[in-house]
DNA sequence: CTACGAACCTGCCTGC
DNA sequence: TGCAGGCAGGTTCGTA
């Protein structure tokens, strides 16, 4: 997917098309997602007016005027646009809310994505164990070194634990790590507050700078508006396996945790 | 509780 | 050119 920046960054580019249109109509072509779309959703939301967009961890929040919502992850190939031209519906587009005004279209090859219709956002099965947002106050040093005092877990794994915090996706753990300077394999009970602090605050940077600059862009990912991110120029670690550290020359270690690819210099991180 | 593998899918790249 | 195998940004679920 599509990590918290890109997330954000679909947010932002179909927000100000969306609030305060009425959906028109609603074509599903295909409701196998990740979890099946509900049966006749289309009639639900018809008429119905889009009161706001917002976005809590990975999942995009359309917020209706009956007071229900539609949640949207877009899992790991998904995008959503919006279309005012009358584009066709090329392959892998999933389903589509017409509104006055334009389309909001839901492409997706792989279909780990979804989409949800619920009454609640906080009580959303898929919602309400989530951990915090790193991008607010409340997440900092002491909040992870609290969470962590008793968890043997490689602290990769820990800060990718959505019961933690939300939105640090693979690419983003293993470069918040490197600049952290924090091995990815050392447990999290191991590491001290200081360098919770560290951590914390190079998460932080490292997904506001990948907000910033639109999102990282991968094979099929595309923003909201159609453009290219261009994130990828600036990563450390991630994809670099064997190239040298850009700190100290070494070359760059390529281990498994959990299935997923970590990147880190043995030098640099301990 | 943790850890791990499988599962959901398609596309792309590598190597034979 | 074709085909098999491995890989990919996420997340849940079942089993040990």
């Known amino acids: 997917m599509p990590e918290l920046p890109e997330v954000e960054t679909t947010c932002r580019g179909i927000k100000p098309f969306v609030e305060q249109q009425t959906i028109v109509d609603m ?29 809590r961890g990975k999942y995009i929040i359309i917020e209706l005027s009956n007071h229900h919502y539609l949640i949207i992850h877009l899992g790991m190939s998904g995008n959503l646009r919006v279309l005012t031209d009358g584009q066709p519906r090329r392959k892998h587009d999933h389903w589509q809310i017409i509104f006055t005004g334009g389309v909001l279209r839901y492409h997706d090859p792989r279909r780990f994505g979804s989409l949800h219709y619920s009454s609640s956002i906080e009580r959303h099965p898929l919602l309400a164990s989530l951990g915090i947002e790193p991008l607010t106050d409340t997440f900092d040093g002491d909040y992870l070194y609290r969470c962590s005092r008793n968890k043997s877990q490689a602290v990769k794994g820990f800060i990718m634990d959505s019961k933690i915090t939300v939105g640090v996706g693979n690419i983003y753990a293993n470069e918040s790590l490197f600049l952290a300077g924090i091995s990815p394999i050392r447990p999290a009970k191991k590491i001290s507050i200081e360098r919770y602090r560290q951590l914390a605050t190079h998460i932080k940077q490292v997904l506001e700078r990948a907000i910033e600059q639109g999102g990282t862009t991968l094979r099929d990912y595309v923003n909201s508006d159609g453009d290219q991110g261009y994130f990828q120029q600036t990563l450390n670690v991630y994809g670099r396996a064997e190239l040298p550290c850009v700190n100290c020359v070494r070359p760059l270690k390529l281990i498994k945790q959990n299935q997923r690819a970590t990147v880190y210099c043995t030098h640099c991180q301990r």
């Not at 997602?33 to 119905?48: E, F, H």
Request: glycine letters at 0%; aromatic letters at 6%; hydrophobic letters at 40%.
């Open 27 to 55: 074509n599903v072509w295909q409701s196998k997602l990740r979890w099946p779309i509900p049966d006749n959703l289309a009639l639900t939301v018809k008429n119905q007016t889009m009161r706001s967009v917002s976005r």
